[in-house]
């Protein structure tokens, strides 16, 4: 069941999300079909900055935890300013539920910062991170075992789905039987343009 398997965590910095994450992605469940799901919120405020949807990379330096799309709860500052230290250009990333700058997004670096351009650069001290499948906490007196409301509509879906990829098949035996036919057809036409 989705319930059973949802699991909620915070931490409090970077290396211990990302040392959580390195551990999971190496255990066999991973390969199982498991997820391992993150939001990544302000740490200020707990505003939503990105998911893991979007994640691209993450880096220890500089600390950043790098995705290609933010929600609407993050705003992009239209200035542009210089990190001499780095030989880049940025805008600020603010987080619109307390106004901390959470991150920056660079429009033009040095060679040894060009991964990070283009891309959302969230500061890995600027945010916590939630990864969901971490919940160690129930409900109590609910069976999470049994068989739960999404599972009965997953399974009412699925079985419509397997009738339409077998539909497919059958329609896709039928293009190539009259594909061959019309081949069949043109060579006899050809054959007799020959002829004549």
Do not use: W
């Amino acid at each position: 069941a989705l319930y059973a398997q949802t699991r909620i965590c915070f931490f409090a910095n970077f290396e211990t999300a990302h040392a959580f994450v390195q551990e999971m992605a190496e255990d066999q469940s991973l390969a199982l079909g498991l997820n391992t799901s993150f939001v990544l919120q302000c740490k200020s405020c707990s505003v939503v900055l990105g998911d893991s949807l979007h994640f691209v990379m993450a880096s220890n330096d500089p600390s950043y935890v790098c995705v290609d799309a933010i929600p609407s709860t993050v705003v992009l500052s239209e200035q542009i300013q210089v990190c001499p230290s780095r030989q880049a250009f940025f805008k600020a990333l603010n987080c619109l539920g307390c106004s901390s700058v959470v991150g920056r997004l660079y429009t033009s670096t040095g060679d040894d910062m060009d991964k990070f351009r283009n891309v959302f650069c969230l500061d890995a001290d600027q945010i916590k991170t939630f990864i969901l499948g971490t919940v160690t906490q129930k409900v109590p007196g609910r069976d999470t075992d049994s068989e739960s409301e999404t599972d009965v509509i997953s399974n009412a879906v699925q079985l419509p789905l397997e009738g339409a990829v077998s539909q497919l098949g059958m329609l896709y035996e039928r293009i190539v039987q009259t594909l061959g036919e019309v081949d069949n057809r043109l060579k006899k036409l050809e054959c007799k343009q020959e002829t004549k």
